[in-house]
């Protein structure tokens, strides 16, 4: 069995790299894979506590980071037989244009767009989470990860943003493509250090970028809109280097309340230091799918976790984010969902788990249609 293993792999491994040098040589592939770190930037990073003399890494008090084998990977590549993409098309809702003509000044409500893409209104307040747009979350457009769904959000209402929030630099996070799109707007972007060297590569200007480590702050609005960035267990890369720029989850708050929004970790202690420093928050939105006890056993949640995670930050209402959207695991890809209503349930957290584009008011309480049943 691991001789046959070892000769598809390498089959498999030859076939990935022809693939892989079509796509160089014929799209903006290489353009895609962003910009290192300079300068000033560069230095900044290099005084940071988690840096080691090569490279950024989670502390030691947050848990082992190793990650499982390639031969593991190919086993479930080869021989899984989960659904990992819906059998029929996911069904978005009709982006309420009309709710968006004017902002609501009190309150908070979301666009769960897909995957970690949310757009949030809070006390008038509009911010988009890490934009994806494009039909895949890869560096070319020949290959790779397909959405599962359409993305619905108006170019008009892009035009309204006061701030796009980037939580890290993995192309399910960081789109190239749109934030070429957005650079065209004049709105801020608050990412983690060393971030804003892919988006001033891709047309940002360095005025309109604000970069922290832990523990800092981006004020706007006189102090009216705030951004701290806060711990995740995760990493960083988007080419041939891995952990040259941070990797961040984010509180979001205003003078009258506060949400936070967790980017991609794995479950650490971290959550509840910055529950009682922040909390308590109307809405977490906590990643919860793409995990495997195996090979990615510290950088992602799996649902229960996710509860756990929720709690940990004194949580009112959690929505799931980074699932059922791109195929990025090994698990079937409605799995998380039907896990996340068991653990919520025994633990007596409300779950919201909208359509892709459905508009949510949190005030009204959580909306739990389990859409993902329609497209078994």
Not at 24 to 42: C, K, V
Not at 99 to 106: G, Q, T, W
Not at 125 to 144: A, H
Not at 171 to 199: C, N, R, S, Y
Request: charged fraction near 20%; aromatic fraction near 12%; charge should be negative.
């Amino acid at each position: 069995m691991r001789k046959i293993l070892k000769v598809t792999g390498l089959f498999f491994l030859t076939a990935a790299t022809a693939l892989f040098a079509l796509a160089f040589f014929s799209t903006s592939m290489f353009r895609q894979f962003g910009a290192t770190p300079a300068g000033e930037r560069l230095q900044r990073l290099h005084t940071s506590p988690l840096y080691n003399g090569k490279s950024l890494q989670n502390p030691s008090s947050f848990g082992s980071d190793e990650m499982g084998s390639f031969l593991t990977m190919l086993k479930e590549m080869l021989l899984g037989r989960e659904q990992r993409t819906p059998l029929t098309p996911v069904q978005t809702a009709e982006f309420d244009t009309h709710a968006f003509a004017e902002r609501d000044s009190n309150g908070v409500r979301i666009v769960w767009i897909g995957h970690s893409t949310v757009l949030i209104e809070m006390d008038g307040f509009r911010i988009l989470t890490d934009p994806v747009f494009s039909k895949r979350c890869s560096p070319t457009s020949l290959m790779g990860p397909v959405r599962f769904h359409e993305v619905n959000i108006p170019d008009d209402l892009l035009r309204t943003l006061d701030v796009v929030l980037i939580s890290h630099d993995h192309f399910d996070h960081l789109d190239m493509p749109t934030i070429e799109k957005l650079a065209e707007l004049d709105v801020p972007f608050v990412v983690p250090l060393g971030v804003g060297a892919h988006l001033e590569s891709w047309g940002v200007p360095t005025t309109r970028i604000r970069e922290h480590v832990w523990w800092e702050t981006a004020s706007f609005a006189e102090g009216a809109l705030e951004f701290v960035c806060t711990p995740a267990r995760h990493f960083s890369g988007r080419g041939f280097t891995r952990n040259q720029t941070l990797w961040a989850s984010w509180v979001i708050r205003t003078n009258a309340r506060s949400i936070y929004f967790s980017g991609d970790s794995g479950y650490f202690e971290g959550f509840k230091e910055i529950g009682e420093k922040f909390g308590p928050f109307e809405l977490t939105m906590i990643e919860m799918a793409a995990y495997h006890e195996e090979l990615w056993p510290s950088v992602h949640m799996w649902p229960e976790q996710a509860v756990q995670a929720h709690m940990d930050l004194r949580g009112e209402m959690m929505l799931p984010i980074h699932w059922g959207t791109f195929n990025l695991a090994f698990h079937a890809w409605d799995e998380p969902a039907e896990r996340l209503l068991k653990a919520a349930a025994a633990a007596d957290v409300r779950v919201a788990t909208p359509r892709p584009g459905q508009l949510m008011y949190v005030e009204y309480g959580p909306i739990t249609e389990p859409w993902w049943r329609e497209a078994k």
